[in-house]
């Protein structure tokens, strides 16, 4: 059974620093691309960051370009967000996403994120 | 940015009834298109991908279909499970977009 579970979220004031992971289980991690989606508060998904599976390429939002790194390790199964410059419009459900075909086939249960003085 | 729009914002329907949910593309994205569905307080699920292809265990009763700008889901007759709110995603081009999603409500 596939599982992806996320950590690292909380209340973190504006201009602060977060760092977000997942840890995946029941399927070879070290194959797939992997990505960051967020669902801000009563709101819609917003695809964040993607990785490939051996880190080569990776892809970001405009709207956290030059302020959010991902990463990934694959011999411990995890995948990481550093979010530095936080913004209160980041406050959002952070979710971790397998890639298959570029699509989104399994997501973890989410780790909340939010941005508030 | 490929921007897709979903209608209607809001779908009221019973148990037993199709649905129909349309998701319109700013620009063509061939058949590149998959649909999602989210019930309260958990994670997205696939449902359709490539336009018209049911992910691993989504229902006969689920289809999809569409291609270049235009596509629809539809529920062709509705289960409890099914209100619920639906995205479709674009993989045609970077960044990747969802729409604003529908919710679809029991009347």
């Known amino acids: 059974e596939v599982q992806l579970v996320e950590s690292g979220g909380g209340l973190v004031q504006p201009g602060g620093s977060l760092r977000l992971s997942c840890v995946a289980s029941g399927f070879s991690f070290s194959s797939y691309s992997m990505n960051w989606v967020r669902q801000a508060p009563g709101k819609g998904l917003e695809w964040v960051s993607y990785?490939?599976?051996?880190?080569?390429?990776?892809y970001y939002a405009d709207s956290v370009q030059g302020r959010f790194t991902i990463s990934r390790d694959n011999a411990k199964n995890s995948l990481y967000l550093q979010m530095n410059s936080l913004r209160d419009e980041d406050t959002a459900v952070y979710y971790c996403?397998?890639?298959?075909?570029?699509?989104?086939?399994?997501w973890g249960q989410g780790t909340l994120v939010t941005v508030s003085s | 940015e490929i921007v897709l729009t979903q209608s209607p914002a809001t779908l009221s329907l019973s148990p037993g009834e199709r649905a129909t949910l349309s998701c319109r593309a700013s620009q063509g994205v061939s058949s590149y298109l998959a649909w999602y569905r989210q019930k309260p307080g958990q994670a997205p699920r696939l449902l359709i991908y490539d336009a018209s292809n049911r992910a691993t265990g989504i229902p006969a009763r689920i289809s999809g279909s569409g291609s270049g700008t235009d596509f629809t889901l539809t529920i062709s007759s509705l289960e409890p499970e099914d209100f619920a709110v639906y995205y479709c995603q674009q993989r045609s081009n970077w960044p990747s977009t969802f729409g604003q999603g529908t919710k679809l409500e029991i009347k």
């Open positions: 996403a397998k890639s298959w075909m570029r699509y989104f086939d399994y």
């Open positions: 990785i490939s599976s051996s880190s080569s390429t990776i």
